[in-house]
C-alpha cells in the first residue's frame, strides 16, 4: 500500500497539521481551498528545463493559479519561457484557411489542426477575472502583444507582491492545473 505523509506548519514552525493517506486523496487535501484561504497574489512558476518551458504550460500554470486566487486578483507566471509569441489570432487562423486550398484533392476538407492558439485563448479567457503577468527572457513588448502583463525583475516582483494583502506561491504548477 502506497501512502503519502503531509505535515503542515503552523505560522511559528511548529506542526499544525498531519495527514496520511492514498496519493490521491493526498493531492484533493493538498489543493483544498476555500473562498476565506484564496490569494490576492499568486506566483505560480514553472519547474523543468526548457522543454517544460512553453506556452502551453505558461496556460497550464496560470490556470492553476486561479483555483487558489480570488476574482480579479494578480498571478504571476515565472518562467524561462524563450519561444516566440506568435499570437494565434486572426493571422494564424486565416493562414489556416488559405493552407487547407493548396492541400491535395484526396485529402479531407478539414483545416490542418494548429494547436498554436490554444494557450493564448486559454490565457485569454483567465485575463477576464484575472490580472496576468509573465516573467520570461522574452522582451517585454513580446509578451505585452499576447495580452499579458511583464516583469523582468526579482525586485519587480517583490514591489508588486508586497502591495496585496494575502499572497501565495505554486511551484511546478503547470503539473497541478485539472
Not at 490521491?24 to 473562498?35: G, N, V
Request: with cysteine; net charge negative.
Amino acid at each position: 500500500v502506497q501512502l503519502i505523509v503531509m505535515v503542515t506548519p503552523n505560522r511559528q514552525g511548529r506542526i499544525a497539521e498531519v495527514f496520511c493517506g492514498s496519493i490521491e486523496a493526498a493531492r484533493k487535501t493538498a489543493l483544498a481551498t476555500t473562498d476565506t484561504e484564496l490569494c490576492d497574489f499568486v506566483l505560480a512558476t514553472i519547474e523543468g528545463e526548457s522543454s517544460q518551458q512553453t506556452w502551453l504550460n505558461v496556460a497550464r500554470a496560470a490556470e492553476a493559479a486561479t483555483y487558489h486566487t480570488k476574482p480579479g486578483g494578480t498571478i504571476v507566471i515565472w518562467s524561462d519561457l524563450c519561444e516566440a509569441t506568435e499570437n494565434a489570432t486572426a493571422t494564424n487562423l486565416i493562414n489556416n484557411e488559405e493552407g487547407g486550398a493548396e492541400e491535395s484533392a484526396d485529402e479531407e476538407d478539414f483545416p490542418a489542426w494548429d494547436e498554436t492558439p490554444v494557450p493564448f485563448e486559454r490565457l485569454n479567457t483567465l485575463s477576464e477575472d484575472y490580472q496576468l503577468i509573465l516573467r520570461s527572457r522574452l522582451q517585454a513588448t513580446s509578451v505585452e502583444k499576447s495580452g499579458l502583463g511583464c516583469l523582468e525583475t526579482v525586485e519587480e516582483l517583490q514591489r508588486l507582491a508586497m502591495a496585496l494583502p494575502r499572497r501565495g506561491m505554486m511551484r511546478s504548477a503547470q503539473f497541478h492545473a485539472k
